[in-house]
C-alpha cells in the first residue's frame, strides 16, 4: 500500500512555489506590480512586423514602458483595418528626476502640440524586432485616427523605413510617366535630326555663319563713322558751352542798359 501524502507538506510546497514566483516577477518585472502605469493607444500606419505585446516603448532610447497589446480593429461604416497598439507608460521613470506634475489631460495636449509624437523603430536588423519610440518632432501633423477605446491616443509619425518605402512607392508609381515623357523627347529629337531635316539644319547653320561674317565686316567699316559721330557729338557740347557763356554775357548787358535807361527818365 502507498504511503498517504502529508497535506501540510503539499500545501507548504504550494505556498513556497507561488512564493517564487511572486519575487521572482517582482525582481525580473522591475516591481511593476505596484507601480503606477497608464496606457495609450497608438495606429502606426502599414505593417507593425516585429511588434508584439512586450516589446519596449522608449523615450529618446529610455526605457519608458512597454507594448500592452496588438490588435486588429475593423470598421464597418468605411470598412477599414486599423492595428490598435495598446503601450503602458510608468510616469516614475519621469518623476524620478524631475520636479512634482501631475500628467493631467491638459499637459498631454500640450505636449502633443510642442511635437510628442510615437513611431516605430527597428530594435535589431537580426530578428526583426521593432520597439515604439517616443520623441518630439515638432511641426509634424497631428494624426489621430477616430476611436472609442478608452484610451488616450497618442498621434505617430512613419518610421524612417516606412518613409523610404513611402519614397520608393511614389517613384515607382511616377516611372511610367517618366518613360512615356523621356521616350517622347527622344522621338522629336530624333524627328529634329532626321535624315530630311539635316540638309536644312545644315543651310541654317551655314547661313548664320555667313551672317555672322556680313556683321563682321559691317562693324570695322562703321566703326570710323562712329569715330566722326562722337567727335560731331563733342562739338555740340563746345557750341552748347559757347552758347551759354554769349547768352550769360548778353544778359548781364541788358541788365546793365535797362539801369543806366532807368536813371536817366528820373527827373
Known amino acids: 500500500m502507498s504511503q498517504r501524502a502529508n497535506p501540510k507538506l503539499v500545501g507548504g510546497f504550494v505556498l513556497t512555489a507561488i512564493a517564487l514566483l511572486v519575487a521572482t516577477a517582482l525582481v525580473f518585472g522591475s516591481f511593476t506590480f505596484f507601480e503606477t502605469t497608464r496606457k495609450f493607444v497608438v495606429f502606426f500606419e502599414g505593417s507593425v512586423d516585429g511588434l508584439a505585446a512586450g516589446s519596449a516603448v522608449l523615450f529618446r532610447g529610455v ?19 486599423k492595428i490598435p497598439v495598446i503601450i503602458e507608460i510608468r510616469p516614475g521613470v519621469i518623476a524620478r528626476y524631475s520636479p512634482p506634475v501631475n500628467p493631467t489631460t491638459e499637459l498631454m495636449k500640450q505636449l502633443i502640440d510642442e511635437g510628442l509624437r510615437a513611431r516605430l523603430e527597428r530594435a535589431s536588423l537580426v530578428t526583426g524586432q521593432q520597439v515604439v519610440q517616443l520623441n518630439l518632432f515638432p511641426g509634424t501633423p497631428i ?59 545644315h543651310t541654317l547653320l551655314e547661313n548664320a555663319a ?11 567699316a562703321l566703326r570710323p563713322l562712329i569715330g566722326r559721330a562722337d567727335n560731331t557729338l563733342g562739338d555740340i557740347g563746345q557750341l552748347s558751352t559757347h552758347l551759354d557763356s554769349v547768352v550769360q554775357t548778353n544778359r548781364e548787358e541788358s541788365g546793365r542798359r535797362s539801369a543806366i535807361f532807368a536813371r536817366r527818365r528820373l527827373p
Open 210 to 220: 555667313a551672317m555672322m561674317k556680313i556683321l563682321a565686316a559691317d562693324s570695322e
Open 63 to 81: 526605457p519608458l514602458g512597454r507594448v500592452v497589446d496588438v490588435g486588429i480593429r475593423y470598421d464597418p461604416t468605411d470598412r477599414s483595418f
Open 143 to 201: 494624426n489621430l485616427q477616430k476611436t472609442d477605446l478608452p484610451y488616450y491616443q497618442l498621434p505617430t509619425v512613419p518610421s524612417p523605413t516606412q518613409q523610404i518605402m513611402s519614397s520608393v512607392d511614389i517613384a515607382a508609381r511616377d516611372l511610367p510617366t517618366l518613360i512615356k515623357e523621356a521616350a517622347a523627347v527622344l522621338d522629336r529629337v530624333q524627328a529634329i535630326l532626321s535624315p530630311e531635316n539635316e540638309s536644312a539644319i
